[in-house]
């Protein structure tokens, strides 16, 4: 059964950093793009970036470029979202999800396999 299970959300005051973890289990994950997705309250979901299978290429919304860094280990099926100087507007539920055989990497519906998502919340 594919899965893909988010970590590392939690409470943290603007400026500071966070880890999140996507753990893969289920399906080929070395193959497939993955995406990180958030959902901020009373807002629809928003690509926020992604990482190719090999790692080569990676991109990031504006919003927050050279904040976050995203990474992956295929080895252990792992996916990562490195959050640093975290803003209250980053204020969201974030999703990884996997996605494989288009270029639409901003685009949900393309998306084969979802977390469930883990709470971030910054405080001012």
């Known amino acids: 059964q594919a899965q893909l299970v988010e970590s590392g959300g939690g409470l943290v005051q603007a400026g500071g950093s966070l880890r999140l973890s996507c753990a893969a289990s289920?399906?080929?994950?070395?193959?497939?793009?993955l995406g990180w997705f958030r959902r901020a309250p009373g807002k629809e979901r928003e690509f926020v970036g992604g990482?190719?299978?090999?790692?080569?290429?990676?991109r990031y919304i504006d919003a927050v470029k050279g904040r976050f860094t995203i990474s992956r280990d295929n080895d252990k099926n792992m996916g990562y979202l490195e959050m640093n100087r975290l803003k209250p507007e980053d204020t969201a539920v974030y999703f990884c999800?996997?996605?494989?055989?288009?270029?639409?990497?901003?685009?949900?519906?393309?998306?084969?396999?979802w977390g469930q998502g883990t709470q971030v919340t910054v405080s001012p």
């Open positions: 999800g996997a996605l494989v055989g288009t270029t639409e990497y901003d685009e949900e519906k393309e998306y084969s396999y």
């Open positions: 289920g399906f080929p994950f070395g193959s497939y793009y």
């Open positions: 990482i190719i299978w090999s790692g080569e290429e990676v």
